[in-house]
């Protein structure tokens, strides 16, 4: 006998086989919406006007589809947003204090990974790197031993220097802070 699952409740699966089967341009439809609807719930919480944060089972779902339907444009685009409200929702967490232990360093895991993944398509648009540099130091600038800080942190610290040692403009632009 197989149990059914309640109105809440969804099976990842088969919204991604359901998903896969609509057309592209529909599939970026559908993503880039969504995410739209994702950075604008991160957004809220960050400035205060909104207590809801989407789960990051469905952040790392919605990452997945964007993936699934080829959107790496708007799935780098969606990671240097989230980049950007990362440093707010850790700060409204911790005066609420609740899940800044576990939300904010999954949260940039997640978007860690996506960057490291397709760090050769980052590459490719020097205003969107340097976005997502800035970002990423704004993210770990409060710690001053990055021999004592979380895997997310250090994680963090090592595509700071990949992205360092990778583009001459972020050399230039901060040559005096890594000096």
């Given amino acids: 006998k197989v149990k059914k699952s309640s109105r809440g ?21 559908i993503t880039n919406t ?48 989230l980049i950007k409200e990362i440093v707010e929702i850790e700060v409204v967490l911790s005066e609420r204090q ?8 999954q949260l940039t895991l997640l978007v860690m990974g996506v ?3 397709y760090n050769k398509c980052l590459l490719v648009s020097q205003d969107q790197t340097g976005l997502v540099f800035d970002g990423l130091l704004r993210l770990v ?4 031993n990055p021999a004592e800080c979380s ?8 595509y700071l ?11 230039m632009k901060h040559q005096e802070s890594f000096a």
């Fill in 98 to 105: 609740c899940l800044v232990a576990c939300y904010c360093p």
């Fill in 34 to 81: 969504v995410a739209a609807q994702v950075v604008e719930m991160v957004c809220g919480c960050g400035s205060g006007s909104s207590s809801y944060l989407p789960l990051l089972d469905h952040v790392a779902f919605l990452m997945d589809l964007m993936e699934t339907g080829l959107n790496i444009h708007g799935l780098l685009q969606l990671c240097c947003q």
């Fill in 9 to 29: 409740e969804f099976s990842f699966g088969s919204l991604l086989s359901r998903f896969s089967q609509l057309s592209y341009f529909d599939q970026h439809v």
């Fill in 161 to 171: 220097h990949t992205l360092y040692t990778s583009c001459s403009f972020l050399k």
């Fill in 115 to 117: 960057h490291r993944k």
């Fill in 151 to 158: 895997s997310a942190e250090r994680i963090v610290f090592a």
């Fill in 141 to 144: 600038k409060n710690v001053s």
